[in-house]
């Protein structure tokens, strides 16, 4: 028996990288996957087509996960087409990176709205549904930035660190109802959101990894595919680093 056969798996933000990896790990773990982008772009339609490969119900969502109405929209959407949602995978997510004496206001909000709002947003939507089958994973990508900081990025830290509370006080809040809720700290992860960084500023985070390279999507995946999975099953409010070592 496959991992998560039988499982219906909602993952934001995946028409590419960490969050295409893990709709493409869960369907080869016998998932129904529905995912959802902001836009229907080449991705977006190509990501629909690998995943009908593997013999599972899959299904694309054009949905702003930043947007309360449009997010609690989507997720009753996913249960009349699917039936039940077993496991959220909050992946959506973006950088506007400056230091915080030229921060503007605007990338302030941006990224708190879709990396952080975007997940109040989902897991608010889902609850009802994962309560009332009193079973259910909550998986939140946050990042090790927001476990330590970095500088030039402290609206994402701010985002990536409220994630972190967020996933503990949900952990509380659901685990007698077997709602397990927790988070992912991907390290540098090698996907279109780190392509952009200059040679010299990727050579020396690599340097400072004990592991020596970046991470590949799939190896953040392979953690989602564990904590979606009935082998984490008495695991909840954790935070896993998925990052060579950078984080001790
Ligand atoms: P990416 O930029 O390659 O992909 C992000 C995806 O999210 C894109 O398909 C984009 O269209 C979608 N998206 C953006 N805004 C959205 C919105 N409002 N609603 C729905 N979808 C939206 O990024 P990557 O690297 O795959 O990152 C995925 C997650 O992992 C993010 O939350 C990111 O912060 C986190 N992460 C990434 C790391 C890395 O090194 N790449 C390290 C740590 C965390």
């Not at 960490?18 to 869960?26: K, L, P």
């Amino acid at each position: 028996m496959k991992l998560l056969e039988n499982k219906v798996l909602v993952v934001t933000g995946a028409a590419r990288g960490i969050g295409r990896a893990i709709a493409m790990r869960a369907a080869q773990e016998g998932a129904n996957v529905a995912f959802s982008d902001i836009k229907e772009d080449e991705n977006f339609l190509s990501l629909l087509d690998e995943l009908m490969k593997y013999n599972i119900n899959a299904k694309g969502y054009v949905s702003d996960a930043s947007k309360h109405n449009e997010s609690q929209q989507f997720i009753e959407q996913v249960v009349k087409d699917f039936g039940k949602i077993d496991i959220l995978v909050n992946n959506a997510g973006i950088t506007r990176d400056a230091l915080l004496m030229r921060m503007t206001e605007e990338q302030w909000d941006l990224v708190i709205n879709v990396n952080l709002k975007s997940v109040f947003n989902l897991t608010k939507a889902v609850q009802m549904y994962m309560l009332k089958q009193k079973s259910g994973s909550i998986i939140n990508i946050s990042s090790v930035v927001g476990v330590g900081g970095n500088a030039g990025q402290a609206n994402y830290a701010a985002s990536k660190a409220g994630i972190i509370g967020f996933t503990k006080s949900v952990a509380k809040e659901l685990g007698s109802r077997n709602v397990r809720c927790n988070a992912i700290a991907p390290g540098f992860i090698e996907t279109d959101m780190t392509k952009s960084l200059p040679e010299d500023i990727v050579k020396g985070w690599y340097e400072k990894i004990p592991m020596k390279r970046g991470g590949l999507p799939e190896e953040v995946a392979n953690v989602v595919v564990f904590l979606g999975s009935d082998l984490a099953s008495y695991i909840t409010g954790q935070v896993i680093s998925v990052c060579g070592g950078m984080q001790m």
